[in-house]
């Protein structure tokens, strides 16, 4: 395991997977083929990435990456040795997302926010206002427009946020807030932004790309 340093005050955490080919982005193998939906995986995190280190330019944050499949080795030779990384372990999405909130906080951040690689439009402005909008509120969304969410950051471990939700469906981001409500959080909004995941949404990637 690669030892973290020391973690700053506003932790950044990225949720990806190793582009095996295969085994991930499943859902775009039929319009793409094996090799090209591990390839599409491999751009859209360095893509991500990408908008991560602009974000370091404007504002102390520490980051790391949290990866499924694959191993510390081939992270590093992919996408160099200068990042955290860490493996996100067992369990369903949110328990993964829990986990590394709950490591994050005992190591001494003080807001942390999460985000995929599968959103072309997250961009550093959209980070930094993540950021920024975490110092007078609880909960932080960044709506996806296929129900889930993009971004969510906290400012202290709420595990409620992440038990009982149905996750990979259009219910995701309306169940995460109905808890909210009921733990009366207070939440901000980003920008609603659209992932790619399927097919048809490859015109979203072809586009981002486009205006890079």
């Known amino acids: 395991m690669v030892k973290s340093p020391k973690i700053a005050k506003q932790h950044l955490i990225i949720f990806t997977r190793y582009p095996e080919p295969g085994k991930t982005k499943t ?7 094996t090799e090209g939906a591990a390839e599409l995986q491999r751009q ?3 893509h991500t990435l990408f908008q991560v280190q602009q974000l370091q330019k404007t504002t102390t944050v520490s980051v790391e990456v949290r990866f499924a499949g694959g191993n510390f080795e081939l992270m590093q030779n992919w ?3 200068g990042l955290v990384y860490q493996s996100q372990g067992e369990g369903d999405l949110g328990k993964r997302m829990e ?20 959103c072309p439009g997250v961009n550093a402005q959209i980070l930094a206002k993540a950021f920024v909008e975490l110092q007078q509120c609880d909960l932080v969304l960044g ?5 889930g969410y993009y971004l969510i950051g906290l400012r202290r471990p709420v595990p409620e946020l992440f038990i009982n939700i149905n996750w990979g469906t259009v219910q ?6 109905d808890i909210a409500h009921q733990l009366n959080l207070s939440i901000i909004y980003l920008p609603t932004l659209a992932d790619v995941d399927r097919p048809e949404d490859l015109l979203i990637w072809e586009k981002a790309i486009a205006g890079e």
Do not use: C, H, W, Y
Request: aromatic share 2%; proline share 5%; net charge neutral.
């Open 27 to 33: 859902r775009l193998i039929p319009a793409l083929g």
């Open 99 to 118: 986990r590394s909130l709950l490591n994050a906080f005992v190591a001494g951040a003080q807001s942390v926010v999460i985000i995929g690689t599968d």
């Open 172 to 177: 995701v981001l309306k169940q995460t807030v």
């Open 44 to 46: 859209m995190t360095e």
């Open 79 to 81: 996408l160099g040795i």
């Open 143 to 147: 709506p996806a427009i296929d129900g």
